[in-house]
């Protein structure tokens, strides 16, 4: 059972480069998102989707860019990178929500951008 | 979406009970209440979730009274692995649910 998996584990980005941030399940999950925690912070949602083709913005969408194409992939794209968006990725699945029902996370992308 | 409310950080020694109290005032009817424990460098874990009175499972206990403004966590005898920080959550239980993590209750195992 992997899970929710995250691709990279870590990455250095340089101000204005661009990167993909990879996750996908094998739980058939409906629901996936994005979200990213600063420091010593919670968690903030950046985007999410509730099945293949339906993405929505949550909190903090300014600078990213999703896509969900199939049910299993949901991966998260950095534009132009800023200092700002150094911080922990995290993806997460759901098959619903409710009744006993949470979210999966995944290990995380910590992203520098120098 | 519902605002919720708990401690920053609480201290506690091994074999002891923790309890951790989120409020919740504008709770709306559909709301479930969601826990989630997070470790150093890895992504939050479900701990449990309730809609009302008493949840229980192999982890922890969550007790939920009548008008549902607030929640308890109880973590029973706790060991220096509990050491971790704990998020409440509220939401719906629909379709686009979007759960909003706060700060969390840091929690500190002592031996």
């Known amino acids: 059972n992997a899970g929710v998996t995250q691709t990279p584990k870590f990455r250095i980005l340089k101000i204005g480069q661009s990167m993909t941030l990879q996750c996908a399940q094998d739980m058939n999950h409906n629901y996936m998102y994005w979200y990213r925690q600063d420091p010593g912070m919670g968690l903030k949602l950046i985007y999410y989707s509730v099945g293949a083709g339906i993405t929505d913005k949550g909190e903090v969408p300014n600078g990213y860019n999703v896509s969900r194409s199939t049910t299993e992939d949901f991966p998260l794209r950095l534009e132009l990178a800023a200092p700002s968006q150094t911080s922990v990725y995290f993806c997460?699945?759901?098959?619903?929500?409710?009744?006993?029902?949470?979210?999966?996370f995944g290990s995380g992308t910590r992203l520098t951008v120098v | 979406l519902a605002k919720t409310t708990q401690p920053i950080s609480m201290d506690s020694y091994e074999g002891q009970e923790v309890n951790i109290t989120c409020s919740h005032n504008?709770?709306?009817?559909?709301?479930?209440i969601t826990w989630y424990q997070q470790f150093p460098s890895q992504g939050p874990r479900f701990i449990i979730q309730g809609y009302k009175t008493k949840v229980t499972n192999e982890v922890a206990s969550l007790f939920i009274p009548a008008d549902r403004k607030s929640s308890t966590l109880s973590l029973p005898r706790v060991s220096l692995s509990d050491t971790a920080v704990y998020y409440c959550?509220?939401?719906?239980?629909?379709?686009?649910?979007?759960?909003?993590f706060g700060g969390g209750t840091r929690v500190l195992v002592k031996p």
């Open positions: 504008n709770i709306a009817t559909n709301d479930y």
């Open positions: 997460a699945s759901s098959l619903r929500t409710g009744d006993g029902y949470g979210y999966t």
């Open positions: 959550l509220v939401g719906r239980g629909a379709a686009g649910n979007k759960l909003t």
